[in-house]
């Protein structure tokens, strides 16, 4: 059975900072691209960061220099650091196979609010 479970998130004040993790199980985690996706009431879900097999990250452009993406495959985990947060980057954040379709399913995600 798949499961993706995020955490780290919070509220924080404009030009904080937050880690969230993500523990996958019940696939290989190994050989799956990650990408962490957001999402806020009545838009569509988006890619804000992937990271390849390799370790290798990509980044939408309105996060990129403050975003932070990384992997452990021996902890199943994925990471986004996350830095010079402001009220935008405010969402529910979910962590899933890039492209989600492989996996076929979302975890709970975390909310992440950025308030003065």
């Known amino acids: 059975q798949v499961r993706l479970v995020e955490s780290g998130g919070g509220l924080v004040q404009p030009g904080g900072s937050l880690r969230l993790s993500c523990v996958a199980s019940g696939i290989t985690f190994s050989i799956y691209h990650m990408g962490w996706y957001r999402q806020t009431p009545g838009k569509q879900r988006e890619l804000v960061a992937a990271?390849?097999?390799?370790?290798?990250?990509k980044y939408t452009g309105s996060v990129k220099g403050r975003f932070t993406i990384s992997r452990d495959n021996a902890k199943n985990t994925v990471y986004l650091q996350m830095n010079s947060l402001n009220p935008e980057d405010t969402a529910v954040y979910y962590c899933?196979?890039?492209?989600?379709?492989?996996?076929?399913?979302w975890g709970q995600g975390t909310q992440v609010t950025v308030s003065s």
């Open positions: 990271i390849t097999t390799r370790g290798e990250p």
């Open positions: 899933n196979a890039d492209p989600p379709s492989v996996v076929g399913y």
